[in-house]
């Protein structure tokens, strides 16, 4: 029961169990891990209704309910010369035995039971389940598949003095036994961790690289990997902002060089194949992004490469989309990370602690960076890699008892939240369902084409979010802004607003980020893959002989019908149309600008 167990293997039973049926539970048996039996299970329980429960990862696996079975007082596992999987359920004056193969089924059932044991008493090597029922003095005995009754063996009574003669060799025997069962105990366990050893050399060898184990392990008592990278928090720091997984992990470079083409390499452990017992581990699709710590707000400046310079603050940050982990997430998702970085022309692999992320962490309002509090620099951090940045200009066009534009004015009428220990940042985190919610600004006051004018930096998930904001600005702010990107210029159609003209100047050549079009062709090379996929079963279940003839040579684009062709063009031009242009009308000469005339 429960109620009897000593505190340590309560909280073992709450992170297997749900806590909805953890006061349920009338006896319950760990996993035997058996090494020729991987089923994918943590714990068996048995309710007080009389209902056995498997669990792996918090997840409800199989379940069966036993007639007239209530508070069952010991369950247990065992199996026959097979390994397949058996259970043995003891209640009141009954006994249950369950098989477990694709499903739990009831196998056997004994009632007006006194006791029972499972021994060897033959010395035949294979223990026997033995029941002995009330009035009854001889036991029922069954047999490898406790499927029939065994009769007992009427050979094996002998004689007082035959006993005595055979008395030392019996011993011997059981004392071999003992001795073989401890072996095998033994061998299995070594067996574990042979595995264990054959995984991680697999990985080393999937690589290719054989890492310089002077920079590849953690020293003791410290935060440090040899004198590498300087790990600055123990545990990677990991929460949900702008509906994507982000993970955090500060360093410092203590080399005398940089540390060139630095990346995070992700792994899922979670995710189960069916009907087998052989793991998956999940390709997770993500991107790593470098940021260097600076002297001004917001404090973090990403780099356009993957490089760590010397002796300064960094952080790694690896974004993952929500929308990748909804196929793999159950309950929980395990991440195996490892840091990859060149120095001196080689490469190294530096592990880091892994990464747990469970529904019970989702759950709390804690773990959304918006609901968080205070908002420190790691928040701070996530916003920046979550979003985009987008360079604003705002000219206040002042009238008379006009308040200078500031940034307490987009707190007052837009009702952002100043950042603590930041002048000039401020996010909109009111309301959830805001289409501002999420958006951050950072106010530089900067004199641009010889005018009192300031540069806004809005930080955003969409560029619909940005055309937003520009709106609610117009909308709810009381004084006359005109907002434009950095390529427009105002002109004044009156002389009494003559010194607001802006200068066209020469434009600089911008630098483009490709990042987000990697991202748009890796989604559409899956689509690709998907729907071509589907055209193949299609082109396998047509009967029509011409189709039939072209399976392994072509693959018939239509195979699924107009309809679906349609449906996957239309995704393939949804998924074209999300990638944001960066300073495409942007050309090189003075001529490119776009000159708004102002009233």
């Not at 249950?96 to 035949?124: E, G, P």
């Not at 005595?164 to 025997?173: G, Q």
């Not at 609610?472 to 907002?483: E, F, H, K, S, W």
Request: net charge negative; charged share 25%.
């Amino acid at each position: 029961m429960t109620s009897e167990l000593s505190e340590n293997v309560r909280q073992v039973l709450k992170k297997l169990l749900p806590a909805s049926v953890l006061n349920e539970v009338a006896c319950f048996v760990f996993y035997d891990e058996h090494p020729s039996d991987n089923k994918n299970i943590d714990v068996t329980i048995c309710t007080k209704s009389g209902v056995v429960k498997e669990y792996y990862q918090r997840d409800l696996i199989c379940s069966i309910k036993l007639p007239d079975i209530l508070n069952a007082t010991e369950i247990k596992i065992i199996r026959n010369s097979e390994c397949e999987l058996f259970y043995l359920v003891v209640a009141k004056e009954s006994i249950t035995i369950l098989s477990r193969r694709d499903k739990l089924l009831i196998h056997q059932m004994v009632s007006n039971v006194a006791r029972y044991d499972i021994s060897d008493i033959s010395c035949s090597g294979q223990a026997n389940l033995r029941v002995f029922c009330t009035g009854d003095a001889v036991p029922l005995t069954f047999d490898d598949n406790f499927e029939n009754y065994k009769c007992p063996d009427v050979s094996m009574a002998v004689s007082d003095e035959q006993n005595d003669d055979t008395l030392p060799l019996i011993n011997h025997l059981k004392r071999k036994l003992s001795e073989a069962k401890y072996s095998v105990k033994f061998n299995e366990k070594t067996y574990k961790e042979f595995l264990d050893l054959h995984q991680s050399v697999a990985f080393s060898t999937y690589k290719k690289i054989h890492p310089n184990l002077d920079d590849s392990v953690f020293k003791n008592g410290t935060k440090e990997i040899a004198s590498a990278l300087r790990i600055n928090t123990a545990t990677p720091w990991i929460k949900v902002c702008n509906k994507k997984v982000v993970i955090v992990l500060n360093v410092c470079n203590l080399n005398n060089e940089h540390l060139e083409d630095v990346h995070i390499l992700i792994h899922s452990q979670t995710g189960i194949q069916e009907n087998t017992t052989k793991n998956i581990l999940h390709s997770i699709e993500y991107t790593t992004k470098i940021f260097e710590k600076t002297a001004t707000s917001p404090f973090w400046e990403e780099k356009k490469t993957q490089t760590i310079r010397k002796n300064i603050d960094s952080a790694i940050v690896a974004v993952i989309d929500l929308e990748e982990l909804k196929s793999s997430v159950i309950s929980r998702i395990e991440f195996n990370a490892i840091v990859f970085y060149k120095k001196y022309g080689k490469e190294f692999l530096l592990p880091i602690e892994d990464v747990y992320l469970s529904s019970l962490d989702t759950m709390g309002e804690e773990f959304d960076v918006f609901s968080s509090e205070p908002m420190d620099s790691n928040i701070l951090l996530a916003i920046l890699a979550t979003t985009t940045k987008t360079e604003l200009i705002a000219r206040h066009i002042k009238k008379d008892n006009d308040e200078p534009l500031s940034l307490d004015v987009f707190c007052k009428y837009l009702k952002m939240e100043q950042l603590p220990h930041c002048d000039n940042v401020a996010i909109y985190r009111k309301n959830p369902y805001h289409i501002l919610n999420g958006i951050m600004l950072v106010m530089n006051n900067e004199g641009i084409h010889g005018i009192a004018s300031q540069t806004l930096s809005v930080y955003s998930r969409t560029a619909s979010q940005v055309l937003a904001f520009i709106h609610y600005i117009q909308d709810a702010v009381p004084l006359t802004i005109v907002i434009t990107t950095p390529n427009y210029r105002i002109t004044a159609k009156d002389n009494k607003l003559s010194h607001y003209n802006e200068e066209m100047t020469e434009n600089s050549q911008l630098s483009y980020n490709y990042q987000n079009y990697g991202t748009s062709i890796l989604n559409r090379s899956k689509l690709v893959l998907k729907y071509l996929d589907q055209c193949m079963m299609k082109m396998g279940e047509s009967k029509d002989t011409l189709v039939q003839s072209k399976i392994g040579s072509e693959i018939d684009l239509f195979a699924g019908g107009e309809s679906s062709y349609m449906d996957f063009k239309n995704r393939m031009r949804e998924e074209a149309a999300s990638v944001k242009m960066f300073n495409d009308d942007v050309g090189h000469s003075p001529e490119s600008d776009d000159v708004m005339c102002i009233d």
